[in-house]
């Protein structure tokens, strides 16, 4: 089955702020790699040929080409994670006591 081509179009007032980034010494490596998997897309390239490319995988291609064509330049930055849930001391010792008495 052959790969499907998703090819994103970007406005040109967002090609130049990708291409900024990419060129960026300074940027975090997370924010270039998003800006070239997007610029790539751009191309005609496949999700395997991108994450060859960039050096990632391409889950990873299809994650940030997919929040760039629903929200842009927005889509790229990162999201707030939620904290896992607290659990108490009590709850901790309880789970360590069973364990232990196996």
Known sequence: MPNRVRVVEIPESDRAVLERRVRDRGAPARDVQR???V????????GPQIAERVGCTEPTVVL????F???GLV????????PPPRTT???ERRVGKECRSR
């Open 89 to 91: 001391r009590s709850e």
């Open 69 to 71: 064509a629903e929200e």
């Open 35 to 37: 800006a070239r998997i």
């Open 64 to 67: 940030w080409r997919r929040r």
């Open 75 to 82: 889509g790229l930055e990162d999201r707030a994670r939620t």
């Open 39 to 46: 610029l790539l897309s751009t191309q005609g390239l496949t």
